[in-house]
Structure formats: C-alpha cells, structure tokens
C-alpha cells in the first residue's frame, strides 16, 4: 500500500488489490483535520498570575465549633442532657485563640467568659420551651468534699437562679432532682465524674482532684443521693470524664502517704515511671556512682492514676462495674483539646455539666 499527501492536503491512498487491474485505485479521502486553537500568549499569562496569587495569599481558617464530648452510656438516657467541654469553638483570645473558656481567670474577661458559656448552653440545647437558657449552677471549687442539693422552684436559690444572679457556694459536688437546671463542675486537669439515677430521676455532678478523691467525694456524693433522692446504687450511670491521667501525673511522697491512709488498696493506684526529663536524665554526671556505666538506678518518678481511684469508690459506693465509664482521655497528652493546669500552668477552664429535661 502507497500513501501520499496530495496538494490540497487531503491524505490519500492506493490500494492495489491481488488480481485486479493494475489501474485499478481505489481512493480514500479522509476528513481534513481542523487545526485546535488554544489560549493566546496573553490570556496565559493572566490564568498564571491568579493562580499565584491564589497559592500566595492564605486561605481564611474556617472557625472552630464548640465541641462537647459524651458519654454514651449516660447519652441512653432519654431525659439526661450533660456533656463534657473541650477548648475550641470559644470567643477567648487568651491560650491561644478561638478558646472556650468557661472560668473566670485572671486572664481573661468576664465578659468572655459570659459569651462562652452561653454558646455551650446553645449547643447543649438547655433550653426552655421560650428558647431561654437554663441556669448554670456553679460553686466555688475549694478541692473539698462538701455537697450541694440544688431544690430549684422548691428552694431559696431559685429567685436568683432566674434572675442569672448566682452566688457560688463553696463546695465541690452539686445533686439535684429538679428539671431545668444545668449542674456544673469547673476543671483543668482533676476529673469530673456526673452520675445518674435511670429510674429516680436524680443526677450528680462531682470535682474529683487527688484532694477531693482522697476525701472520697465521689463514695459521699452517691451517699447523699441515696439519702436524698432514695436512690439505689444498682440504678446508677456514672461517667469518669477527661483528667490528667496516670501517664502524666507525677505526684509526690505526701499524696501517696493520704493514699495509704485512706484506702487499703492504695498501693495498686501508683506506679513508677521513667522521667526522661529528670536531672539524672539530663545531667548524668552529677549523679556519679561506683556503678559501670547503663548500671545505675534508672530516674524514675511515681504516678497517680485518679481514674481507677475514683472507678474503685464508685464500686465501693455499689454502682455496677458494667454501669461505669471512663472518657479515657488525658488532658496533659492532649492539650490541643483540653486545657491542663499542670501542663500549661496558665490555662482556661472547661466544664462538665449535667441536668434533666
């Protein structure tokens, strides 16, 4: 087969065929391509100097929303509203921006820190039928084992209650069977743990650090639940929520020794580990030996666990082990989304809170 392009720039060919005649041609006349016509030397240009000014200038960050954990045990519940808060989605320019404080700190401003418990009220949905917000009970957190019940309509605190003019008690556990009212607890690494009656309808809400765990806030506040409200152990939900954890909590040989006062199985809620950051660590040659060299005694530093302390007083106080939960979540590892006082030392403060519908 022969092809060649002819004058006019179609493509043609000759085909000659076994036993045809020689003159016989056959030819194909192909379409005639269109050439493509593409952007000008100019409209380039152009499309390139957007894109760099798209890549160059940086892209707004979309806000952060108020974010709440829950426990999905107590989350059952159909007539519980609690939630543990966490840092982001806040108006507080202090601890670095966008921040949910929800304590008044020397840091920030009150007003702040108005704004941003009104928005965790919003995202809870603690609200009355006129889109009223419930009132947020709070006391002044004193690392005590004084308890509070919160009457409500029944009670002398409700007139300020409604008026939004609390005054904090000092105490650090709140019990209720009032509807309406949103019970909460301050913290920045100690643990808050909210407990629930399914069938009487009552809640709790406690600010278990090592002082109040070693006063057994946790055993007494279930004790008055039961002494109050009736309620029985077995019908109890509990939620451990986020807290320092044993990875980072380094304590000293005065909070073990209250430890092994108080609770015989004391010795199960420590342990050792190694320091990394420890001046043997980091200036080994102080600590010269007549050891050989890798043979010394390891740095190493005690821990306290508060979530299998305070998981042993719920069990203590009867709840089920199957009716008990922890967040696992340690503030100091994740401070990306919690504050922690003993990681950052200047810190906001987060909220757990919990009430009835």
Same mark, same amino acid.
């Given at each position: 087969?022969?092809?060649?392009?002819?004058?006019?720039?179609?493509?043609?060919?000759?085909?000659?065929?076994?036993?045809?005649?020689?003159?016989?041609?056959?030819?194909?006349?192909?379409?005639?391509?269109?050439?493509?016509?593409?952007?000008? $030397?100019?409209? *380039?240009?152009?499309?390139? $100097?957007?894109?760099?000014?798209?890549?160059?200038?940086?892209?707004?960050?979309?806000?952060?929303?108020? !974010?709440?954990?829950?426990?999905?045990? %107590?989350?059952?519940?159909?007539?519980?509203? +609690?939630?543990?808060?966490?840092?982001?989605?806040?108006?507080?320019?202090?601890?670095? =921006?966008?921040?949910?404080?929800?304590? /008044?700190? $020397?840091?920030?401003?009150?007003?702040?820190?108005?704004?941003?418990?009104?928005?965790?009220?919003?995202?809870?949905?603690?609200?009355?039928?006129? =889109?009223?917000?419930?009132?947020?009970?709070?006391?002044?957190?004193?690392?005590?084992?004084?308890? +509070?019940?919160?009457?409500?309509?029944?009670?002398?605190?409700?007139?300020?209650?409604?008026?939004?003019?609390?005054?904090?008690?000092?105490?650090?556990? %709140?019990?209720?069977?009032?509807?309406?009212? %949103?019970?909460?607890?301050?913290?920045?690494?100690?643990?808050?743990?909210?407990? $629930?009656?399914?069938?009487?309808?009552?809640?709790?809400? /406690?600010?278990?650090?090592?002082?109040?765990?070693?006063?057994?806030?946790?055993?007494? =506040?279930?004790?008055?639940?039961?002494?109050?409200?009736?309620?029985?152990?077995?019908?109890?939900?509990?939620?451990?929520?986020?807290?320092?954890?044993?990875?980072?909590?380094?304590?000293?040989?005065?909070?073990?020794?209250?430890?092994?006062?108080?609770?015989?199985?004391? !010795?199960?809620?420590?342990?050792?580990? /190694?320091?990394?950051?420890?001046?043997?660590?980091?200036?080994? @040659?102080?600590?010269?030996?007549?050891?050989?060299?890798?043979?010394?005694?390891?740095?190493?530093?005690?821990?306290?666990?508060?979530?299998?302390?305070?998981?042993?007083?719920? *069990?203590?106080? =009867?709840?089920?082990?199957?009716?008990?939960?922890? @967040?696992?979540?340690?503030?100091?590892?994740?401070?990306?989304?919690?504050?922690?006082?003993?990681?950052?030392?200047?810190?906001?403060?987060?909220?757990?809170?919990?009430?009835?519908?």
């Amino acid at each position: 087969m022969t092809t060649y392009v002819g004058t006019t720039g179609y493509v043609k060919s000759r085909v000659t065929e076994r036993g045809a005649p020689s003159d016989t041609i056959k030819r194909v006349i192909m379409q005639k391509k269109t050439p493509s016509v593409g952007p000008t $030397a100019s409209a *380039l240009k152009t499309q390139r $100097a957007k894109r760099d000014r798209e890549r160059s200038s940086p892209r707004p960050l979309k806000a952060p929303t108020v !974010k709440i954990l829950t426990s999905e045990m %107590l989350s059952e519940i159909p007539w519980l509203l +609690h939630g543990f808060s966490t840092r982001q989605g806040g108006v507080s320019k202090e601890y670095g =921006g966008q921040q949910l404080n929800l304590g /008044f700190t $020397a840091e920030d401003s009150p007003k702040n820190v108005e704004k941003n418990r009104e928005r965790l009220l919003r995202k809870l949905k603690a609200q009355d039928e006129a =889109g009223n917000s419930w009132p947020l009970v709070l006391l002044n957190q004193v690392h005590s084992s004084a308890i +509070h019940r919160v009457y409500g309509a029944r009670g002398p605190e409700w007139a300020p209650l409604r008026k939004g003019k609390i005054a904090e008690s000092s105490g650090d556990g %709140l019990i209720t069977n009032t509807a309406g009212v %949103l019970l909460g607890m301050k913290v920045a690494d100690c643990f808050p743990v909210i407990v $629930a009656d399914r069938k009487r309808k009552a809640v709790g809400v /406690f600010h278990a650090g090592w002082r109040g765990t070693v006063q057994r806030i946790v055993e007494k =506040g279930i004790g008055e639940m039961r002494r109050q409200f009736g309620c029985d152990p077995e019908n109890l939900v509990a939620a451990i929520g986020p807290g320092i954890g044993g990875c980072c909590y380094e304590i000293g040989e005065e909070v073990e020794s209250k430890f092994d006062s108080q609770f015989a199985y004391s !010795k199960e809620l420590f342990e050792d580990v /190694f320091d990394s950051w420890s001046l043997k660590t980091k200036y080994p @040659m102080l600590f010269l030996n007549q050891r050989a060299p890798g043979h010394g005694e390891p740095a190493m530093s005690r821990h306290l666990d508060l979530v299998k302390a305070n998981w042993c007083q719920l *069990l203590d106080a =009867g709840v089920p082990a199957e009716n008990i939960q922890s @967040m696992n979540q340690c503030t100091a590892c994740h401070t990306d989304l919690f504050f922690s006082y003993r990681k950052e030392q200047v810190t906001g403060r987060m909220l757990a809170v919990v009430g009835i519908r």
